[in-house]
C-alpha cells in the first residue's frame, strides 16, 4: 500500500471510530460494495469476447 492509501485508511479508521454502531455498518457495507464491484469488473475485463 502506498502512503497516500494509507493516510485514507487511517482517516477512514479515525472517522468510524465516532459514528454509532449502525452508521460503521453501513460504511463497512458500502466499501465492500466498491470492492466487490470492482472486483467484478476486473473479472470481465479479463474474459475473452465471445
Known sequence: ???????????????????S???????IGFAEGIAAANESRKENDDKPAS
Open 21 to 27: 454502531p449502525a452508521k460503521r455498518e453501513y460504511l
Open 1 to 19: 500500500m502506498v502512503k497516500e492509501e494509507k493516510e485514507i485508511a487511517k482517516k477512514v479508521a479515525e472517522a468510524a471510530k465516532m459514528l
